[in-house]
C-alpha cells in the first residue's frame, strides 16, 4: 500500500458535533469531503504503519486523555478554524515526531498550531466575514481528546486505519 497515512486526535461528541455542523455550513461543498477533525501529522509513509500502530498503543495504554480547550476563532487566510489548545496532546505529538523524525515531511516537522478547520478555499473577504459573524458568539470549551486515529489518504474521504482510546493513567 502506497497511501501516506493522517494522524488525528479523537473529538468528543460535544466538540465533534458543532464543529461539524460548522464545517457543513461553511467549507465549499464541492471540496468537503472530510468531518471535522484534529490533524496531528498530515503525510507519514506507509512503510512505518506497524511500528505506527505499536506507538499508538503503548501511548494509549500509558497516558490519559489530555485535557484541551478551544480557545478562540482563528484566520488561516482563505478559510477559519477553531483553535485547540492542549499541552497533553502536544506532549503526545512531540512522542510521535520525536519517533518518526526521519519520516516527516516539511509540513509536519513544524511546530504545530492545532486547530478544526470549520472553513478553507474561499476569499480572504468571505474568510473574515465568517470570522466577524462567529467571534461575538463564540465561548471557549474545556473538553478532553479521548483517542488517537490514523487513517490513509485516498485521494478523497478517508480510510479509518485505527482507534486507540487513551486510558492510561497519566
Not at 53 to 76: C, E, G, K, N, T
Not at 98 to 120: E, K, M, S, V, Y
Not at 134 to 146: C, R
Request: proline share 9%; aromatic share 6%; hydrophobic share 40%.
Amino acid at each position: 500500500m502506497s497511501d501516506p497515512i493522517i494522524v488525528t486526535a479523537a473529538l468528543p461528541p460535544a466538540v465533534f458535533g458543532p464543529a461539524d455542523a460548522l464545517r457543513r455550513a461553511h467549507f465549499p461543498p464541492e471540496r468537503n469531503v472530510l468531518s471535522a477533525h484534529l490533524t496531528l501529522f498530515h503525510a507519514l509513509p506507509p512503510s512505518i504503519e506497524g511500528e505506527l500502530r505499536a506507538l499508538m498503543a503503548d501511548l494509549a495504554a500509558h497516558h490519559a486523555a489530555p485535557a484541551a480547550r478551544l480557545s478562540r476563532i482563528v484566520s488561516l487566510g482563505r478559510g477559519t478554524a477553531l483553535a485547540v489548545e492542549s499541552e497533553g496532546l502536544t506532549e503526545l505529538r512531540h512522542i510521535i515526531a520525536d519517533r518518526f523524525a526521519g519520516c516527516l515531511t516539511a509540513q509536519d516537522q513544524h511546530r504545530p498550531r492545532f486547530h478544526i478547520t470549520i472553513q478553507n478555499k474561499v476569499s480572504p473577504h468571505d474568510a473574515r466575514a465568517l470570522q466577524a459573524q462567529l467571534s461575538p458568539d463564540f465561548q471557549p470549551k474545556n473538553f478532553t481528546i479521548p483517542a488517537l486515529e490514523a487513517h490513509y489518504y485516498r485521494g478523497g474521504p478517508w480510510e479509518q486505519a485505527g482507534r486507540w482510546p487513551l486510558r492510561g493513567r497519566g
